[in-house]
């Protein structure tokens, strides 16, 4: 076995109509073993979930901690987790007053030099009062990208995005503030899982203080120019990171 999987349990939050039960997916993995994030970059497979057998659950949202970039042994880069991973989820009950029972299929896949596919069922009731993992629970959460927006200041930012007309395809232009001694890296999705754009690649020229990132808006699907689309950017320094929408022209 590769990895192990399975679901934990913490304190909800809030309660009646804005109740949520906190739960988490926790992904375990041999030494030299990966596994990847929702968007897996070049190569890879992004982890499937399935919560529709669940009982008393209206919604159960998967969250995603800031990833790694890594070489996937082909010429390109893949983003994903190299060491265990807590992928907090948040249910939101149909019934507040009552247990939810969490019943998750997950298909994902493990890489080492090749990739196996790797699967599990999974149950697990959620009373909303749970404790004991509240602190590993709430460490994962901490090290969920912060919402902003480009433009936002602060010591790690997406100060700014455009877009480029060019020869070929056109590209996008990100410019990212990070704290001082820390190298960035910048990742790029799409409205939908059938956008698979490039991983943003630093270069010169960027402002005093910032680094720069392109892109080409390559990787789109069939009929698609971008016109109005929006992009997800995702900046990542250290243990910190941030998300900001960028809507194309």
Same mark, same amino acid.
């Given at each position: 076995?590769?990895?192990? !999987?399975?679901? /934990?349990? @913490? &304190?909800?939050?809030?309660?009646? $109509?804005? #109740?949520? +039960?906190?739960? #988490?997916?926790?992904?375990?993995?041999?030494? *030299?073993?990966?596994? +990847?994030? &929702?968007?897996?970059?070049?190569?890879?497979?992004?982890?499937?979930?399935?919560?529709?057998?669940?009982?008393? !659950?209206?919604?159960?949202? !998967?969250?995603?901690?800031?990833?790694?970039?890594?070489?996937? *042994?082909?010429?390109?880069?893949? /983003?994903?987790?190299?060491?265990?991973?807590?992928?907090?989820?948040?249910?939101?009950?149909?019934?507040?007053?009552?247990?939810?029972?969490?019943?998750?299929?997950?298909?994902?896949?493990?890489?080492?030099?090749?990739?196996?596919?790797?699967? %599990? $069922?999974?149950?697990?009731?959620?009373?909303?009062?749970?404790?004991?993992?509240?602190? =590993?629970?709430?460490?994962?959460?901490?090290?969920?990208?912060?919402?902003?927006?480009?433009?936002?200041?602060?010591?790690?930012? /997406?100060?700014?995005?455009?877009?480029?007309?060019?020869?070929?395809?056109?590209?996008?232009? =990100?410019?990212?503030? @990070?704290?001082?001694?820390?190298?960035? =890296?910048?990742?790029?999705?799409?409205?939908? @899982?059938?956008?698979?754009?490039?991983?943003?690649?630093?270069? %010169?020229?960027?402002?005093?203080?910032?680094?720069?990132?392109?892109?080409?808006?390559?990787?789109?699907?069939?009929?698609?120019?971008? #016109?109005?689309?929006?992009?997800?950017?995702?900046?990542? %320094?250290?243990?910190?990171?941030?998300? %900001?929408?960028?809507?194309?022209?």
């Amino acid at each position: 076995m590769q990895s192990a !999987v399975r679901l /934990i349990a @913490a &304190r909800g939050s809030g309660s009646g $109509n804005t #109740a949520v +039960y906190r739960s #988490a997916v926790e992904i375990k993995l041999n030494p *030299g073993w990966k596994t +990847y994030w &929702r968007y897996p970059g070049d190569s890879g497979v992004p982890p499937a979930f399935d919560f529709s057998k669940s009982e008393n !659950v209206k919604s159960a949202s !998967v969250l995603f901690p800031a990833p790694s970039l890594f070489e996937d *042994g082909a010429g390109g880069h893949s /983003i994903g987790y190299k060491k265990a991973v807590l992928l907090p989820v948040h249910v939101v009950p149909k019934d507040p007053k009552k247990p939810a029972v969490l019943r998750a299929k997950i298909d994902y896949a493990v890489c080492e030099k090749l990739c196996v596919p790797a699967d %599990a $069922n999974l149950e697990l009731t959620l009373p909303g009062t749970d404790s004991a993992n509240d602190t =590993v629970v709430d460490t994962a959460e901490a090290l969920l990208p912060k919402m902003s927006s480009v433009g936002d200041g602060g010591t790690l930012a /997406i100060r700014a995005a455009h877009k480029e007309a060019g020869k070929g395809k056109p590209k996008i232009v =990100v410019d990212v503030a @990070a704290p001082a001694g820390a190298a960035p =890296v910048l990742y790029a999705e799409g409205p939908d @899982a059938k956008w698979a754009l490039p991983v943003p690649e630093p270069m %010169a020229g960027a402002p005093a203080g910032l680094q720069r990132f392109t892109f080409e808006l390559d990787g789109l699907p069939p009929g698609e120019n971008g #016109a109005g689309a929006t992009l997800r950017l995702t900046a990542v %320094a250290g243990d910190k990171a941030v998300e %900001a929408l960028f809507r194309l022209d």
